[in-house]
């Protein structure tokens, strides 16, 4: 009998959505005109559908007035705010291309995105922590032509911007123009530019929610970056498409504010990435806060510890909390657990196929589907898929290959079920004496050792075996951390020889990115040799 191969499609009574971004919000001021939309806690504004929907019409025919016109780029360089969200709603309406700018950026990241996407019109944050977003656009300035105004965020220049509108007809949009440029956060090279239609992000906003019964009762608490998809499809559109509240907890992200967001918004969904609900559990006041309005959330990014779900299902009460997996590339998500799944299915893997996407695994090499149970690389296929890297054709036909599968990049498994277990990245993969090792399993072992908070495992080199294992870690209690002696012992039977650290670095903190996510190649870098 021939092996099941891992190959799967989300069949689905649920029509794809043929709306424009803006067509869909009209749907949703029309069904819940008086519901809560938005609401900024750190400034404690507030915005009905109609209010909400009346602010962007205003920001996007002072757009219209400024001369941007469909297809022209306009960027936006800034932490959560509430003029954020207007902005995504804004450009929507009348067929700009928002260009997502990591806050985190620098002058030299940000001269590059400004002159790649050829961004007219940027906004931005006057400052943020220690960025000081005008200095730095004014180093730029000279070097990027096309850039004609920018608009800082809280300065009055916003309201100058505002009061040149004046109320003119929408021009007709098409639901697959590109309406989003999101810079990937390349491990090498610049970043690259994925492009992102009306079509892709609405629908996979929609369907995210949809796994998690959103309606317009919810409110959901939006800590991760707006800047990604994370924020801005499966936060805001998400909200948006179902009528539900989008709740800001705090420009950027704060264990504390979050918490305290919840409890006073009365939030039924919260999202973040795994160490950011880490960040909340360890808390020493984490006890104190009410919580119990929470029924689900979203948690994504990267794997979760299995005693951190515990925790999050148990003390957080999302027992419906939802993982899910994508790429920018991918609108963002493809694979995504169900309410009713039980934690080792939330934990083991990232879900199974959300409606109207296709998922297969492949050999690296050949391309050739594996049969269920073979690690190989996911590759995604559906109305998801970017249009492309802008202006990159050369680097889009690396990524998504003739018969329009996107590659992920990501090793993994699919079980019997249809669900997928992701194994690492391909490059994050470590070669030891020609065994693969998968740094997940370690770590999700490892995260069981009373001493450890977090842990990330990495390759370095190693002159005899070609690399070897290194276990980072933030120990519970800097007072009492961790010995490679303890750490070994603790592996020892537990875990094949060849897996089993041979190095341990004890830190305060990973290198992240502004998404929350690890940046592994840092880590790797820095703890090359053997002293370091």
Request: charged content about 20%; proline content about 6%; glycine content about 8%.
């Amino acid at each position: 009998m021939t092996a099941q191969l891992s190959y799967t499609h989300g069949t689905s009574g649920m029509a794809l959505l043929g709306d424009t971004i803006g067509a869909n919000l009209d749907r949703a001021v029309a069904a819940w005109p008086d519901r809560e939309a938005l609401v900024d806690v750190p400034s404690g504004r507030r915005w009905t559908y109609t209010q909400f929907a009346a602010d962007v019409d205003e920001l996007a025919y002072a757009l219209l007035a400024s001369g941007v016109a469909k297809g022209d780029r306009v960027g936006i360089w800034a932490v959560n705010c509430p003029e954020w969200v207007l902005v995504q709603y804004a450009t929507a309406r009348i067929g700009a291309i928002m260009v997502n700018i990591n806050p985190a950026y620098r002058t030299h990241e940000v001269e590059y995105v400004l002159n790649q996407a050829g961004i007219s019109l940027l906004f931005a944050s006057v400052s943020h922590k220690t960025s000081d977003y005008r200095a730095m656009v004014e180093q730029v300035r000279g070097k990027c032509p096309r850039l004609r105004e920018t608009v800082y965020i809280g300065d009055p220049g916003w309201e100058t911007l505002i009061a040149r509108g004046t109320p003119v007809p929408y021009e007709e949009l098409s639901c697959d123009d590109p309406i989003n440029i999101q810079y990937t956060s390349g491990t090498t090279g610049f970043p690259k530019g994925a492009t992102l239609s009306h079509h892709n992000i609405l629908n996979n906003g929609y369907f995210v929610g949809e796994m998690i019964a959103y309606g317009e009762q919810d409110r959901v608490c939006i800590p991760v970056p707006f800047y990604h998809c994370f924020g801005m499809v499966m936060g805001n559109l998400a909200a948006t498409s179902h009528g539900a509240c989008m709740v800001i907890p705090a420009p950027s992200f704060d264990p504390k504010a979050t918490l305290e967001a919840v409890q006073q918004e009365r939030c039924t969904s919260l999202y973040g990435v795994p160490t950011m609900f880490i960040a909340e559990l360890n808390l020493p006041d984490f006890a104190s806060y009410d919580l119990s309005s929470l029924r689900t959330g979203i948690m994504a990014g990267s794997p979760c510890p299995v005693e951190v779900m515990k925790r999050v299902v148990a003390e957080m009460h999302m027992a419906e909390v939802s993982i899910c997996y994508g790429m920018t590339e991918t609108s963002p998500v493809s694979l995504q657990t169900r309410r009713e799944d039980d934690l080792e299915h939330r934990t083991s893997t990232v879900g199974r196929v959300l409606p109207h996407i296709e998922v297969k695994i492949v050999d690296p090499a050949t391309g050739v589907t594996q049969p269920r149970g073979t690690a190989g690389e996911l590759c995604t296929r559906g109305y998801s898929v970017m249009l492309g890297y802008w202006n990159e054709p050369e680097k889009t036909a690396e990524a998504v290959d003739a018969g329009r599968w996107m590659h992920t990049g990501d090793l993994a498994t699919m079980r019997e079920d249809g669900y997928v277990e992701i194994v690492g990245r391909i490059k994050d993969m470590i070669i030891r004496g020609g065994e693969n090792i998968y740094p997940r399993e370690i770590e999700e072992f490892l995260y069981a050792h009373p001493k450890i908070a977090d842990v990330q495992v990495v390759g370095v080199p190693h002159e005899r075996y070609g690399e070897e294992v290194l276990a980072c870690v933030i120990p519970r209690d800097v007072a009492d951390p961790l010995t490679l002696e303890e750490l070994r012992a603790f592996c020892d039977g537990q875990l094949a020889h060849y897996k089993i650290p041979s190095r341990l670095r004890i830190l305060e903190s990973f290198p992240m990115t502004v998404s929350g996510k690890v940046r592994k190649v840092e880590l790797r870098e820095k703890y090359a040799a053997p002293s370091a």
